[in-house]
């Protein structure tokens, strides 16, 4: 499965907007990118996924570069609650196995 | 409906002895995972049930293994515990849809802690 590589760590004041980036530059054509985020004391909970289109949902929005070598998670405005390891995931959607591989994501600090 | 189920949430176990954990998936999710979490190592991929049968299995010793039975629930079981085995062990279940995965659904995990 192809690699992500993300930042180890990034900082927030509450309500601002934060930018989450993810390289994946060994990406299939047949790759999902996935994000899961990991909140203190919890198992990793499903963020948002894409494959070639931005995405939004309730939690967040997902823009993909043109060539999908990267990606970028963006959460308009944090909340303390957003505090957490964000996880980039690649997924190969022709494969039927449930695997996920998680690498040492981004630890995002909300401050109040 | 109710999330993913994993018992018992805390355990603590001598070096040496056996431990079954338990996973309940979400209703109608034939797919389970299991994976282990550390500091050192994060979050660390063991083995994948899909309707009774292991289709995958991560870069553990024998001392893992795991079933799945015809409700869906999962158990993993570690023998011969040791030290390094102290970790939160996690359950995931996923629907499979066709060739796509939906979302994976993560239980709260067991903590498992060998003294």
């Known amino acids: 499965d192809a690699k992500t590589t993300q930042p180890n760590s990034m900082e927030s004041n509450e309500e601002e907007p934060v930018h989450l980036p993810c390289n994946h530059s060994?990406?299939?054509?047949?790759?999902?990118i996935h994000w899961y985020r990991q909140l203190p004391s919890q198992g990793p909970e499903y963020v948002i996924h894409?494959?070639?289109s931005n995405v939004n949902n309730r939690m967040a929005s997902l823009a993909i570069a043109e060539d999908r070598k990267s990606s970028t998670l963006i959460l308009h405005r944090a909340t303390l609650r957003d505090a957490a390891v964000y996880y980039c995931?690649?997924?190969?959607?022709?494969?039927?196995?449930?695997?996920?591989?998680f690498g040492r994501g981004t630890q995002l600090t909300v401050w109040p | 409906k109710a999330g993913v189920t994993q018992t018992p949430r805390y355990l603590i176990k001598t070096r040496g002895q056996q431990v079954t954990l338990s996973c309940s998936p979400i209703?109608?999710?034939?797919?389970v995972s299991w994976y282990q979490q550390t500091p050192g190592q994060g979050l660390q991929f063991l083995f994948e049930?899909?309707?009774?049968?292991?289709?995958n299995k991560g870069n553990f010793p024998g001392r893992f293994s795991g079933r799945q039975f015809s409700n869906s629930r999962s158990e993993m079981n570690v023998s011969t515990l040791e030290l390094g085995d102290s970790a939160l062990y996690l359950c995931?279940?996923?629907?499979?849809?066709?060739?796509?995965?939906?979302?994976?659904?993560f239980g709260q995990g067991t903590r498992l802690t060998v003294v």
């Open positions: 995931a279940s996923s629907a499979l849809s066709g060739v796509n995965w939906a979302e994976a659904f």
């Open positions: 060994t990406i299939s054509g047949t790759d999902y």
């Open positions: 894409g494959l070639t």
């Open positions: 995931i690649l997924r190969d959607r022709g494969s039927t196995l449930g695997r996920l591989y």
């Open positions: 209703s109608g999710h034939r797919s």
């Open positions: 049930y899909f309707s009774e049968t292991q289709r």
